[in-house]
């Protein structure tokens, strides 16, 4: 088994290398003229794009204000999931969920580490 300080520093290192590398392609194509060009043009469509979306929200905000407090609750019944998963499994209880058509999904927890 690794030390986990190893495993750390190995991808820290590929993520500096990467960091690196995006910043060689970066530079290659911010100094190519044509993709300068298109890039005015993808502001300009994207300018118009703005325009007509804020045209059609105008028309559609009941739907979109319906939209956004649905979107509210999916993410609070996530969270409610969790918790309930997560209970569960302290509890050394079965931890899965079977769908309408007798699919059965079983929890994928994963782990970060955060800077303290």
């Known amino acids: 088994m690794?030390?986990?300080n190893e495993v750390f520093k190995r991808i820290q290192d590929r993520k500096r290398e990467q960091k690196q590398i995006?910043?060689?392609y970066k530079d290659a194509l911010e100094s190519n003229n044509q993709y300068l060009e298109v890039l005015e043009q993808l502001k300009s469509l994207n300018d118009k794009k703005k325009k007509i979306v804020a045209a059609v929200q105008i028309d559609f905000k009941e739907e979109l204000d319906k939209l956004e407090e649905i979107k509210l609750n999916i993410v609070s019944d996530n969270q409610l999931l969790l918790d309930i998963s997560l209970h569960n499994l302290f509890a050394a209880q079965t931890v899965k969920i079977i769908d309408e058509y007798k699919v059965e999904y079983?929890?994928?927890?994963s782990v970060k580490f955060k800077r303290r």
Do not use: D, S, W, Y
């Open 2 to 4: 690794q030390n986990l």
């Open 22 to 24: 995006r910043a060689i």
């Open 106 to 109: 079983e929890p994928k927890f």
